[in-house]
């Protein structure tokens, strides 16, 4: 049991979710600041952004990012 618990725990993966809107100048520095931190633990991860109808060129940003990295998914809430 103590067994399976360990191996569940292993496996586990964290999620970050961020919430964007008109924040196209600091995207990138946020995305690699969240890098450093959570490479540092060893675990897999994932970065979801959600951009909620920015008028900015935040969505461009985000896609750019998206195409360089595999763990990074983006959800554009189109208004």
Same mark, same amino acid.
């Given at each position: 049991?103590?067994?399976?618990?360990? !191996? !569940?725990?292993?496996?586990?993966?964290?999620?970050?979710?961020?919430?964007?809107?008109?924040?196209?100048?600091?995207?990138?520095?946020?995305?690699?600041?969240?890098?450093?931190?959570?490479?540092?633990?060893?675990?897999?991860?994932?970065?979801?952004?959600?951009?909620? +109808?920015?008028?900015?060129?935040?969505?461009?940003?985000?896609?750019?990012?998206?195409?360089? +990295?595999?763990?990074?998914?983006?959800?554009?809430?189109?208004?």
């Amino acid at each position: 049991m103590i067994d399976d618990i360990k !191996a !569940a725990m292993s496996t586990q993966k964290i999620s970050v979710v961020i919430p964007v809107y008109n924040e196209e100048r600091v995207i990138e520095s946020l995305h690699e600041e969240l890098i450093a931190v959570l490479e540092k633990t060893n675990k897999k991860y994932e970065l979801i952004y959600v951009d909620d +109808c920015s008028q900015d060129k935040s969505l461009n940003v985000l896609n750019r990012i998206f195409k360089k +990295c595999d763990n990074v998914q983006v959800i554009s809430l189109l208004g």
